[in-house]
């Protein structure tokens, strides 16, 4: 498909200003090169548009068991209430008298989630859950400095967890030691026991972990990690499997984030914007980015949190992605949070215990939200591999699930159908597995070949990393 | 109560049955009991769509939406083509995840590629990313590249945005960077104290442009300057005012950053906006985040996919150049649509009449007695002297009008393309009555 800057001609435009009613100001020193930018039609422009949209693949054109994502439906009344133009409208710089109801959306949302995490306190300001890390984790920092503790200069991360986490740690100054998980996926709790010391500065952990298995040791290991000096730091990328069952807080984490876009509902935007709140204990309050929002009197107000690590964004936050988690949890409420939980379980479970059948399950048990098979038996057979299984996936309308992650799992798919999809859905999904499988055996040609019925075939990703093309360089 | 739960009981036994359980408590058996919360959540009942539309529709309806905006200082409401917005609502676009499978998510991979060229083409940049999260975190990115071994000072702009001011040294309380501000001078980045600052030392220095004042600054010389103490050069700047001022690249910057915001994107109270970041062939490798490259199918056909994925956080895990996963997907593509629709004529337009209405307004304020504080070049926004800020702002207020933003010395002032003449006399004669 051709490109928007090989469309329309030199000269065409959109009528959309009036001739400036003031006396015309030039620059001294004015833009010398030429402003290339696209000169179409809105009729050009609109239908290029739709084009691309078509070859685009959102939660509302299929299922999406995207393990680890939670891409569950976007209820539109999400997006109805968040384009009221009483949110869009406002200016992030208007007197506080005049931004209310916006600062009522902070502190109600705020409430909401901490009593579903069992926290005391939550921003909103980082905008995307590795943001949320970053933030958490300057959070442990600045407590540890404010107790004139410089000695915790180290973090402990699982090998099951996300990339995020290890990155998310040197950027906030800590060297990271990297736990081994058991046999059951879990952490090893006596590897985990000889890695902590005076240096532990805290721990990342994800539960349910990355392979979709509730801790079951949780207790004893954020007791270790305390009982060293260190804290506990919960990934909320999975906590759409738990919530209104158990709380991060009961856990014994100390400071969590949570991805709005993916366990309460938020679209994802192909990829942002998110939301990444971050909540934490009393004792690490003061330590949040400011400004935070406050009641007082009958009203709200902005406050700077007494040794605050300082903000980690413009303004505090995605604002209308706020407003949308914060109708999805008015809308749910204290029963239907839990149910989607049971919900987001039953489903993994049923679909796991459909295609276990024929594919290998990693960790043979019963699941969370989600669970990770391995191919790495079938590509044995069949030279079929996991990517070859996705890109099926693919010429049957579904997008695939997660790929080769956890890194603790060969030729991995981690699948998350998430509590919004009908027992209907899931069985079609799971005769489409059936059948690839089937035809691994039968036509492991026609899977390497696969996909052949998107609008391109598979790309030759070692051409675009040698050969950078990263911008239309001109006709 | 609300639910977006398709199955049905009956569904739900049999599903429990081809498991294996009995109930869904059974599913969660390995969660210790002691833990479970049970009934305890204080959370209220769950309400249908018409209840939460009117307890939402109450809260939008508790903030000021002024008909006149005359405040800017990082925010910007700007015209919006209404092209816009029918493009970016549809909900294949907005409920997509990122794109992984390039194959079926070339539309998205496209348009980011566009976005990435029209990025690279208002600020003269080689190689832009695909956004980061904002203005600010764009900014303390930006300084993260600049860092090598022998040089770990960050130098700022005391003129630059004192948000963008405060993420940078959140982020350099992270990696341990130190950052140094460099004094302003009657409204400007004083030259002399950056060439005395600037050492062996110096890993870059960040020039925001226009600065927080709205005063335009001597980019170009500048940029020699640091450059001669051989540290990197960061330009934060308006992507609107870069229809019209020199460019970044003329002026020598190794890396662009911005606020994408005034792109076709609504002020939501602050968010979400995006940050862009553009940098020169020999900066590219070191951009965070995700990048979207051309490609070939198997079959020889143009193609775009996620690529030099070696800087980031999921192959890289410790190593990686920034841990940025998500980033403003949705607003990039915004943008991009935003600078289709405007086009060079429009988003030329945009910046010519928003430096004009500002210009316009500072010698109508001038004529008034609240005279601008800082001599020079300035776009779209300037301070003024004001006797009574406070009496000023409520009547513009009163009005429907918000006013500049109060600050040190005065009121830091914006006009864009979308405020007339009309209204700018109207403010104008309200503030008047109040002197």
Redesign the interface.
């Known amino acids: 498909m051709q490109l928007i800057f090989e469309k329309g001609a030199p000269g065409r435009h959109l009528s959309l200003l009036p001739p400036c009613d003031v006396p015309e100001v030039a620059p001294q020193r004015p833009r010398t090169e030429p402003l290339e930018l696209p000169e179409l039609s809105e009729n050009e422009l609109t239908r290029h548009y739709s084009a691309l949209c078509k070859r685009v693949h959102g939660v509302n054109d299929g299922f999406y068991p995207l393990g680890s994502c939670t891409m569950k439906y976007n209820p539109k009344i999400n997006e109805e209430l968040a384009a009221l133009p009483g949110f869009t409208q406002v200016h992030p710089l208007q007197p506080e008298e005049t931004v209310q109801g916006c600062l009522e959306v902070y502190a109600q949302t705020e409430a909401l989630l901490n009593e579903i995490t069992g926290m005391d306190a939550m921003t909103f300001q980082p905008a995307a859950g590795a943001h949320g890390e970053f933030t958490g984790l300057l959070l442990i920092k600045a407590y540890h400095r404010h107790r004139g503790d410089t000695e915790r200069t180290k973090i402990i991360v699982p090998d099951s967890a996300h990339g995020t986490n290890p990155a998310s740690a040197v950027m906030a100054g800590f060297t990271v030691v990297n736990v081994p998980s058991g046999p059951d996926g879990c952490v090893d709790v006596e590897a985990l026991a000889a890695a902590v010391g005076p240096d532990t500065a805290g721990l990342m952990l994800t539960n349910p972990n990355t392979v979709g298995i509730f801790d079951k040791n949780i207790l004893e290991i954020t007791r270790i990690i305390h009982e060293a000096g260190g804290l506990c730091y919960y990934d909320g990328a999975n906590l759409n499997a738990v919530m209104g069952l158990v709380r991060p807080g009961d856990m014994g984490f100390d400071v969590i984030h949570l991805n709005l876009h993916k366990t309460f509902s938020t679209p994802h935007g192909g990829g942002g914007p998110g939301s990444g709140a971050v909540g934490c204990k009393a004792f690490l309050a003061p330590y949040l980015p400011g400004p935070v929002v406050r009641r007082e009197g009958g009203g709200f107000r902005f406050a700077a949190p007494e040794h605050s690590i300082g903000r980690v964004k413009d303004f505090y936050g995605n604002f209308t992605v706020v407003v949308k988690a914060l109708v999805y949890l008015l809308t749910l409420g204290k029963e239907g949070i839990p149910e989607a939980a049971e919900n987001a379980v039953l489903n993994a479970n049923y679909m796991m215990a459909r295609l276990r059948e024929k594919y290998a399950m990693a960790y043979d048990q019963l699941c969370m939200h989600e669970f990770v098979m391995s191919l790495e038996n079938l590509k044995e057979e069949t030279g079929v591999s996991a990517m070859d299984i996705a890109k099926g996936l693919l010429d049957n309308g579904i997008h695939p699930p997660t790929m080769y992650f956890p890194l603790i799992v060969h030729e991995a798919l981690m699948v998350e159908p998430t509590e919004t999809e009908s027992k209907e859905t899931l069985d079609e999904a799971c005769e489409v597995f059936l059948r690839l499988w089937e035809q691994a055996h039968t036509d492991p040609q026609a899977l390497h070949d696969a996909p052949v019925t998107t609008p391109v075939r598979r790309l030759d990703e070692v051409e675009a990393a040698r050969h950078p093309v990263l911008r239309y360089a001109g006709a | ?7 049905t009981p009956s ?2 036994q ?3 049955e ?4 009995r109930t ?1 408590e ?7 009991r002691e ?3 049970g009934d305890g ?7 249908s ?1 018409l209840e ?2 009117r ?12 008909r006149t ?1 005359l ?1 800017g ?3 910007y ?1 700007h ?1 919006i ?1 209404a ?1 816009v917005k ?2 970016v ?11 992984y ?8 991979l ?2 980011i ?2 976005y ?3 990025i ?3 600020t ?1 940049m ?3 990313n ?2 980061v ?5 764009a900014a303390a990115e930006a300084l993260t590249m600049c860092r090598d071994r022998k040089r770990a000072k960050a130098y700022v702009s005391a003129c630059a ?1 004192p ?2 001011v ?2 940078m ?3 350099c ?4 960077m130190e950052l140094i501000l460099v004094p302003e001078k009657e409204g400007r980045t004083d030259q002399e104290a950056l060439r005395s600052l600037l050492g062996e030392d110096a890993a870059c220095f960040y020039l925001q442009q226009p600065n927080y004042y709205g005063n ?1 600054e001597e980019a ?1 010389a500048i940029g020699e300057i640091v450059h001669g103490a051989g540290a990197k050069y960061i330009m934060g700047v308006n992507p609107i005012a ?6 970044p ?2 002026c020598g910057a190794d890396i662009a950053v911005g ?1 994408g915001q005034p792109l076709g994107l ?9 940050g862009f970041m553009a940098a020169t062939k020999a900066m ?1 490798r070191k951009l965070p985040g ?10 020889g ?1 143009v ?3 996620l ?4 800087r ?9 150049s ?10 990039a ?1 915004t943008a991009g ?1 935003y ?12 910046a ?2 928003s ?3 500002a ?2 307004l500072a010698e109508e304020l001038g004529k008034i007695g609240l005279p601008r504080i800082h001599g020079g ?1 300035f ?1 779209h926004e300037f301070v003024t002297a004001c006797p009574k800020t406070e009496a000023v702002l409520r009547a513009l ?1 009163e009005n429907g009008i ?1 006013g500049g ?1 109060p600050v040190e010395g005065g009121i830091l002032w914006c006009a864009t ?1 979308l405020v ?3 209204e ?1 006399d109207r403010a104008v004669s309200i503030v008047k009555e109040v002197l």
Request: charged share 20%; aromatic share 8%; with cysteine.
């Open positions: 109560m609300g639910s977006y739960v398709p199955n569904q739900r049999a599903m429990l081809t498991i294996g359980v869904v059974d599913l969660f058996a390995s969660v210790p833990m479970l919360v959540l204080k959370l209220p009942v769950g309400r769509e939460v539309r307890a939402v529709s109450a809260l939008a309806e508790r903030n000021k939406v002024y905006v405040r200082a990082g925010a409401r015209f083509p092209v029918s493009v609502s549809r909900e294949e676009l907005v409920t997509a995840y990122t794109p499978q390039a194959e079926i998510s070339q539309g998205l496209q348009a590629f566009e990435q060229t029209m690279c083409s208002l003269g080689d190689v832009s695909a956004s999260y904002d203005g600010g975190t945005d948000q963008v405060e993420t040294r959140t982020y309380f992270g990696s341990g335009i170009a870069c229809a019209v001022l020199e460019s690249a003329a606020e609504d002020l939501s109270f602050g968010g979400p906006y995006l590219f995700r990048i979207v490259g051309q490609t070939h199918d198997a079959e056909k193609g775009y996919v690529t030099l994925t070696a980031e956080q999921h192959i890289r895990r410790e190593k990686a920034s841990n940025i996963c998500s980033n403003q997907a949705l607003c593509f649509v600078l289709s629709a405007m086009g060079p004529q429009g988003l030329r337009q945009a010519v009449q430096m004009s209405k210009h316009y070049e776009f207020d918000l933003l393309e007339s003449r009309q700018l």
